[in-house]
């Protein structure tokens, strides 16, 4: 159920938001492990590289998240949501930057929803987040020829 952003949030609907963004990291790591191994060609020799290093970024993320969940009182998800694959390199960096903007999205509402809880620090935790996840979506919409997009904020 979303969350309203002119409403007060509790502590156990961030709790339940975060484990969300979770799932989406266990997802980002999962897929850019599988794509940065399956990628093929000269083309993207780079990108693949630069998808090994997001894959330990977004574990570092997933160590965060979990532990501003626990701070929260929460049990940290374990289930990824689902990973899509293809034998297509451009459909697979697509697939990703879509990814990106929807964790974009989140982060941004996320950030939001833990200073009305004055939490702070948390709030801080996913700014840093949200800086790497944000160059992800450059590399991706780079290596796919073009702009990167706004992903907006999530309802």
Do not use: W
């Amino acid at each position: 159920m979303p969350i309203d952003a002119k409403k007060e949030i509790t502590r156990a609907q961030l709790i339940d938001a975060l484990n969300e963004d979770l799932s989406r990291e266990y997802q980002a790591i999962i897929a850019y492990v599988n794509y940065s191994a399956v990628l093929k060609g000269a083309a993207y020799m780079n990108i693949a590289g630069e998808l090994a290093v997001h894959a330990k970024e977004e574990l570092d993320h997933a160590l965060a998240i979990s532990n501003h969940i626990d701070y929260l009182g929460g049990m940290p998800s374990v289930t990824p949501k689902p990973v899509k694959t293809s034998e297509k390199a451009e459909e697979m960096l697509k697939f990703d930057l879509e990814n990106e903007k929807e964790t974009i999205r989140h982060y941004r509402r996320r950030v939001k929803q833990a200073d009305a809880l004055n939490e702070f620090a948390i709030a801080e935790s996913l700014r840093t987040i949200l800086v790497q996840e944000q160059d992800h979506l450059v590399a991706l919409a780079t290596a796919l020829g073009m702009d990167a997009p706004n992903p907006g904020i999530a309802d």
